[in-house]
């Protein structure tokens, strides 16, 4: 990682009662972070592995980045986590190695968006997209069908 930038958000409605539209949610969770490229700062201490078979993480230092882990929750630290990829057209979605039964996403509810973590309060999608040399991370998060988290991670290859 060479840089991120991470903002939060939250989904407007109209009334009290009201609830999110399903096409913000969607258009949340599928938006791939171009627009905060201008905002990232440079960043380091966590490495990215594509393998045929999947990808995996490592800390290389302290990085300081907003981290949702494996299972879903913010956390204070970054945990590292392995998994798949699964490519859609160019976007490649990361998902972990195992999942808890009660959490795995149902695919093809948000348009391409192929969910990471749903547990009914929170989504988690986690998509990969090629920029040139670079490699944009975009970590996009829905708590409650209301609160937004986007966390955007650009990597350079070694």
Same mark, same amino acid.
């Not at 988290?149 to 070694?158: D, F, K, S, T």
């Given at each position: ?5 991470? #903002? =939060? ?40 592995? #594509? ?56 695919? =093809?509810?948000?348009? =391409? ?10 989504? #988690? ?14 970590? =996009? ?18």
């Amino acid at each position: 990682m060479v840089s991120s930038h991470a #903002i =939060n958000s939250e989904i407007e409605i109209l009334h009290e009662d009201d609830e999110a539209p399903d096409d913000a949610i969607s258009g949340w969770l599928n938006d791939d972070g171009r627009s905060l490229l201008p905002l990232v700062q440079p960043a380091q201490g966590l490495r990215m592995e #594509i393998h045929a078979d999947g990808f995996s993480e490592q800390c290389t230092g302290d990085a300081q980045v907003m981290w949702f882990d494996a299972e879903g929750c913010l956390s204070d630290t970054v945990q590292p986590f392995s998994g798949r990829c699964t490519l859609v057209g160019s976007t490649a979605y990361l998902r972990p190695e195992t999942m808890a039964s009660w959490a795995m996403p149902q695919d =093809n509810q948000h348009g =391409n968006a192929l969910l990471r973590y749903d547990d009914g309060d929170t989504q #988690i999608c986690d998509r990969l997209t090629q920029d040139g040399d670079r490699l944009l991370r975009s970590v =996009n998060v829905v708590t409650d069908g209301l609160y937004l988290n986007r966390v955007i991670m650009v990597y350079a290859r070694n």
